[in-house]
């Protein structure tokens, strides 16, 4: 196969809140990123210890998978201030700026987003139906104001909400 230069064109981020578990949400538009948007996957994995490899302080004889999350990230330019608002406030509280009740579950209380980043040039959308927002540090001053908005995103194993099947991204843009 023929190597290519490959640039995926605007990455569009859409969110959607879930109100009443792993539903069908709408998504809307967040907006567009400085530089493209960043998915970092993170495999967890666990040392097996036994005595042939010098038991727990020696090597390990094997390595066990534990699951997988994504780190997403993205410098957000031009954005809907509505739908960053939404983004921006704890799920569990009222307004942006409270907290939310302390000890909340995230996967019972259906406290978490979809996140859905569109690119034009990718044959793949990435939708993520289950994230937190994590972060959303910005710079304030006289020049362009920039938000780098950061989610967590996670598979919910042996919950509830496992009729998502321990998905921790898909391909499906609707619903």
């Known amino acids: 196969m023929a190597t290519a230069i490959h640039v995926n064109g605007v990455a569009q981020i859409k969110i959607g809140l879930y109100t009443a578990g792993p539903v069908a949400v709408t998504t809307e538009l967040l907006g567009h990123a400085l530089d493209g948007v960043d998915i970092e996957p993170e495999i967890h994995i666990d040392p097996v210890f036994a005595d042939t ?5 020696g090597v390990p004889v094997d390595f066990q998978e534990i699951g997988q999350v994504a780190r997403i990230s993205a410098d957000v330019i031009v954005y809907d ?3 960053l608002t ?8 009222s307004a942006e700026g409270l907290l939310g009740t302390t000890g909340s579950l995230i996967v019972a209380g259906a406290l978490y987003q979809r996140v859905l980043i569109l690119s034009p040039g ?7 139906p289950c994230a937190i927002t994590s972060r ?10 920039i938000y780098r908005v950061q989610w967590l995103a996670f598979a919910p194993i042996g919950t509830a ?10 391909t499906t843009t609707s619903g």
């Open 53 to 57: 490899g010098g038991g727990t302080g």
């Open 86 to 93: 939404k983004v921006r406030k704890r799920p569990s509280s």
């Open 122 to 128: 990718d044959s793949v959308p990435y939708n993520f």
């Open 81 to 83: 201030e509505a739908v």
């Open 136 to 145: 959303w540090p910005v710079r304030l001053s006289t020049r362009r104001t």
């Open 161 to 170: 909400t496992a009729a998502l099947g321990s998905i921790l991204y898909n």
